[in-house]
């Protein structure tokens, strides 16, 4: 298989005439932190229950590390580790009997399952509160227990499910901190779904996922390559208005995205042409900014639609 | 590090899921006092109130005319004492599944049988423990226990708790919520202990009845756990089982829903819902 952890070809699924996948394709190296970023009902969820073997596609082929999760379930969950959006942990037990309750499942017991059991806990800081219910922990807290438990088998794959999902910004950090730990340490692939674009970015992979079809994918910084060197949001009453003379007065790629008007700076000039947007609009727009292309730049030029607004 | 525990992930044994889901069972019921109290005070108030209501017009024609209803009652009491728990512990697959736990246990690589029956073993553990904390009480109306009778006893709860867990997990496996099952247990389960000779003596019952009651699996359950409790060895006891009949329908039913839930549970794609 290569150096590859993850292998998605074509992979297509339908609920009623809905479709959820629409022929996905796409690949995630050793070692790599992969996002699969898209707006919800994009498909990212079905595509992460189908790769945990907890769902069949209709057709196309899934590969984690070379075994099919359709064919060979049971050699799938044993190269993963799962971490699911919702808590899966048992409330009602204390942090290390859910981390002992999970390797049994695994095979894993005795003296070899309290060691491992021992290294989780400090390796995920949560050593002094093992005998704590998990009732009684933090969320940031729980969520480190969760993904303790994803790891005590030691995967070779780490999938996760919108992993930020009610974390303060300080355990977002803690995560991510993890997460590289994991990769570099355990040579761990991680692939996450989300639809925080912040998270996306850090990533050494990004496929962003719309209405089942991936729409784009490659690395952030080759993404966001593809839109230019800047670009220019300008928010105002009539965006339309805008846009039309921005088209016809400057000869601008101007496009109506939401409420703003977005314009697509591919030779870096963008920062010239501020003072005469100024200039011809004035007091019809509240606001001109100039930034560098983000995964929401692409994510728009590849959809036409504002994934901000998408997402909320 | 990653050798040495990758090795150990190679085989999962079924054993170890059944005794560490058993085992989750146990610690659960033991942390949720609630639980505890409810499933041994529900059955005793039935109990005292129905046994001291009924106990006036009770007259049955059978055999165990001089014994009081109170006394009567008392055997079905403790059967009761053994659905709630039975029925109870394994609904909570339903909780597992809507509060997530039950989706971590899917992709682990053991077979979902082996998780049915762990929780399966649990629920008629718990069961078991209850009948016997009720039939301690057995004494205070005057039923001596030898150790012998108390051994069949427990024996036929046993069987009576496996079988009544595994109709309760069979019948959560497929439900989303524990509204549904409350309908269910008003439903079914409820007339199933009323009409199993818990309440009132098979002989005295209108002849339709007694024909549901002869085709109710719990019947023999009761039928047998009375016998065990009166260490009654004659071959036909007062409602007309055979000890035999008993104890060949309780096995039968308990391995029934054993296997049931276990092939129901391996079926693909079922479960795995969150």
């Given at each position: 298989m290569g150096d590859l952890s993850i292998e998605v070809s074509d992979l297509t699924k339908t609920f009623g005439d809905r479709k959820a996948l629409d022929r996905v394709c796409f690949r995630v190296e050793h070692k790599h932190i992969a996002a699969l970023l898209g707006?919800?009902?994009?498909?990212?969820?079905?595509?992460?229950?189908?790769?945990?073997?907890?769902?069949?596609?209709?057709?196309?082929?899934?590969?984690?590390?070379?075994?099919?999760?359709?064919?060979?379930?049971?050699?799938?969950?044993?190269?993963?580790?799962?971490?699911?959006?919702?808590?899966?942990?048992?409330?009602?037990?204390?942090?290390?009997?859910?981390?002992?309750?999970?390797?049994?499942?695994?095979?894993?017991?005795?003296?070899?399952?309290?060691?491992?059991?021992?290294?989780?806990?400090e390796k995920f800081n949560?050593?002094?509160?093992?005998?704590?219910?998990?009732?009684?922990?933090?969320?940031?807290?729980?969520?480190?227990?969760?993904?303790?438990?994803?790891?005590?088998?030691?995967?070779?794959?780490?999938?996760?499910?919108?992993?930020?999902?009610?974390?303060?910004?300080?355990?977002?950090?803690?995560?991510?901190?993890?997460?590289?730990?994991?990769?570099?340490?355990?040579?761990?692939?991680?692939?996450?779904?989300?639809?925080?674009?912040?998270?996306?970015?850090?990533?050494?992979?990004?496929?962003?996922?719309?209405?089942?079809?991936?729409v784009a994918d490659d690395s952030p910084a080759a993404l966001k390559a593809q839109v230019g060197g800047a670009?220019?949001?300008?928010?105002?009453?009539?965006?339309?208005?805008?846009?039309?003379?921005?088209?016809?007065?400057?000869?601008?790629?101007?496009?109506?995205?939401?409420?703003?008007?977005?314009?697509?700076?591919?030779?870096?000039?963008?920062a010239a042409l501020i003072p005469r947007l100024a200039e011809i609009f004035g007091d019809g727009v509240h606001a001109i900014t100039l930034g560098h292309p983000t995964l929401e730049d692409v994510f728009i030029r590849r959809t036409g639609r504002n994934f901000v607004r998408e997402v909320d | 590090m990653n050798t040495d525990t990758s090795s150990s992930v190679r085989r999962a044994p079924v054993s170890l899921a059944v005794y560490s889901m058993w085992r989750r069972e146990l610690t659960r019921f033991w942390r949720q006092k609630s639980r505890l109290i409810g499933a041994v005070a529900t059955p005793l108030v039935f109990w005292l109130v129905l046994g001291a209501g009924f106990g006036r017009s009770f007259n049955p024609t059978g055999g165990a005319s001089d014994a009081s209803y109170l006394e009567y009652f008392f055997p079905g009491t403790v059967v009761l004492a053994v659905l709630f728990t039975a029925i109870y512990s394994t609904i909570s697959i339903i909780e597992d599944r809507q509060e997530g736990f039950l989706q971590g246990v899917m992709v682990a690589p053991v077979s979902r049988g082996g998780i049915v029956a762990g929780k399966m073993l649990g629920a008629t553990t718990l069961a078991v423990v209850q009948g016997v904390v009720m039939l301690m009480l057995a004494p205070l109306i005057g039923l001596p226990l030898s150790f012998a009778s108390f051994c069949y006893a427990i024996a036929a709860l046993f069987?009576?708790?496996?079988?009544?867990?595994?109709?309760?997990?069979?019948?959560?496996?497929?439900?989303?919520?524990?509204?549904?099952?409350?309908?269910?247990?008003?439903?079914?389960?409820?007339?199933?202990?009323?009409?199993?000779g818990a309440v009132f003596p098979i002989a005295d019952a209108h002849p339709i009845l007694k024909a549901i009651m002869y085709a109710n699996p719990l019947t023999y359950g009761v039928s047998g756990f009375r016998a065990?409790?009166?260490?009654?060895?004659?071959?036909?006891?007062?409602?007309?089982?055979?000890?035999?009949?008993?104890?060949?329908?309780?096995?039968?039913?308990?391995?029934?829903?054993?296997?049931?839930?276990?092939?129901?549970?391996?079926?693909?794609?079922r479960g795995g819902r969150s």
């Open positions: 707006p919800n009902g994009g498909g990212k969820t079905t595509l992460f229950r189908i790769l945990a073997t907890l769902l069949q596609p209709d057709s196309g082929s899934a590969r984690i590390c070379g075994f099919d999760p359709v064919t060979a379930p049971d050699r799938v969950r044993r190269t993963l580790g799962v971490v699911f959006q919702s808590p899966s942990l048992d409330k009602k037990l204390t942090a290390a009997e859910n981390l002992r309750h999970h390797g049994h499942l695994f095979g894993m017991r005795g003296r070899s399952l309290e060691r491992r059991i021992g290294v989780m806990l949560i050593d002094d509160r093992a005998n704590d219910r998990v009732e009684t922990l933090s969320g940031g807290l729980a969520r480190r227990v969760e993904i303790a438990k994803g790891m005590l088998s030691s995967p070779s794959v780490l999938l996760l499910d919108e992993p930020s999902t009610g974390l303060d910004p300080a355990a977002r950090l803690e995560l991510w901190r993890q997460l590289d730990e994991v990769r570099t340490s355990d040579g761990v692939a991680v692939l996450m779904t989300t639809h925080i674009l912040d998270e996306a970015e850090r990533c050494d992979r990004v496929t962003i996922l719309d209405e089942g079809k991936v670009v220019i949001t300008i928010e105002a009453n009539k965006p339309q208005e805008v846009a039309a003379r921005a088209h016809s007065e400057l000869n601008l790629p101007a496009e109506v995205v939401g409420q703003s008007v977005r314009i697509e700076s591919p030779d870096g000039n963008g | 069987g009576v708790a496996l079988g009544l867990s595994g109709l309760g997990l069979m019948i959560a496996w497929s439900m989303d919520s524990t509204a549904g099952f409350h309908a269910i247990m008003n439903l079914l389960l409820m007339p199933m202990w009323l009409l199993s065990g409790l009166y260490h009654n060895t004659a071959a036909v006891s007062d409602d007309g089982i055979s000890i035999i009949v008993s104890v060949v329908v309780t096995v039968l039913f308990a391995m029934f829903m054993l296997f049931g839930s276990i092939r129901m549970a391996n079926r693909p794609n």
